[in-house]
């Protein structure tokens, strides 16, 4: 008698997503705002947004993926980390026009579900989207069996947040000789991941548990692990109680690529590389590749993961505020006349 063939045949575990669901859901729930409506476990995920305050309220959403920084994740078989990735690079974004993050969803595609390692990784999305003040209200594992090798995924999501019309960060508040605020990134976070496997695993041989006397007590993959830092709870204050000009995420373009996106046509800006202090992973990666300076401004944070422009009558205020917040930020330039032209002088640019 021939086989009768199950869904698990093909390799896909109903019971293992199950098991996967009840094992995020109270620390899905954690992350719940009021505005949340119903619980897990529906075909879409409901959000009553409380607009009292508000005069023309504008929702605004992006959407990112975690990138290849993944390859290391598998590599290390480390998925703790991963998640908050996710959703930084959203929230992240949104943040950069004034929007408060309201609520995330988070799209895991799996090889082969393990519910373990998924639970890994949500827990990451969830403990990042908690400290960003946003919901994670829903989500979707799909487990692809023959289309992802059996220990590999992909993880993607998107965050919508919330912004009063007049109160919108765009390009037309940014004056001539506004400050930069560079806000210090935890590391590489993830972007330009192509080149650090490039530099380090196909160029160094590397295994990523090497360790490097520059990088402290942690292994060379650790400290590429390490996430990308959540700027919402440091930044919506800033918003609030400050004339904010622009804001820009530094990810993939680096300070030439990004800082324009939040300038008028007509503005540049002129950067002092030695205003702020260069992590040391970056100046390793920059040795072990021979990557040229210009080239590693172009796709790396260089240790500057947000940039915060007001201006100078503002700027020692804003920093004096952060201070006592415990947090640091840094005089790292200036708005010039110069059409998106943006200029690094000093440091490595005067060596």
Not at 53 to 76: H, N, Q, W
Not at 220 to 242: A, K, N, Q
């Amino acid at each position: 008698m021939e086989k009768k063939l199950t869904y698990r045949d093909a390799g896909v575990d109903i019971d293992a997503g199950n098991m996967s669901v009840s094992m995020i859901k109270s620390a899905v729930r954690a992350t719940y705002r009021p505005e949340v409506v119903g619980d897990l476990g529906g075909f879409g995920g409901l959000f009553a947004p409380d607009l009292k305050g508000f005069s023309e309220p504008v929702l605004v959403s992006g959407t990112d993926g975690v990138g290849t920084k993944l390859k290391i994740a598998f590599m290390l078989d480390k998925h703790d980390t991963i998640g908050q990735d996710a959703v930084a690079m959203c929230v992240n974004d949104i943040l950069v026009q004034g929007a408060e993050p309201l609520f995330f969803l988070d799209y895991l595609a799996v090889g082969h579900l393990k519910p373990e390692r998924v639970a890994d990784i949500v827990k990451g999305v969830a403990a990042a989207c908690k400290e960003s003040g946003c919901a994670l209200i829903g989500g979707e594992t799909a487990e692809m069996s023959g289309f992802y090798p059996e220990d590999e995924y992909d993880i993607a999501g998107f965050a919508v947040g919330v912004v009063d019309k007049p109160k919108i960060i765009t390009p037309e508040r940014v004056q001539e000789g506004d400050v930069l605020l560079g806000l210090p990134s935890t590391g590489v976070h993830s972007n330009g991941f192509s080149l650090v496997r490039k530099i380090c695993f196909d160029v160094k041989g590397f295994s990523g548990s090497e360790h490097f006397a520059e990088l402290g007590d942690k292994t060379l993959g650790e400290v590429l692990l390490t996430p990308t830092r959540l700027y919402p709870s440091v930044c919506m204050p800033l918003i609030r109680d400050f004339d904010i000009h622009g804001m820009a995420h530094i990810t993939g373009g680096g300070f030439y690529d990004n800082i324009p996106r939040a300038l008028p046509e007509w503005a540049g800006a002129e950067i002092s590389a030695d205003s702020f202090p260069m992590q040391p992973i970056f100046a390793l990666l920059q040795k072990w590749g021979n990557v040229d300076w210009h080239e590693m401004y172009r796709t790396f944070n260089m240790g500057i993961g947000m940039v915060v422009i007001v201006s100078g009558a503002d700027a020692d205020k804003v920093m004096d505020y952060l201070a006592k917040k415990g947090e640091k930020s840094f005089k790292i330039g200036h708005v010039t006349r110069g059409n998106h032209e943006i200029t690094i002088k000093g440091g490595v640019f005067d060596a």
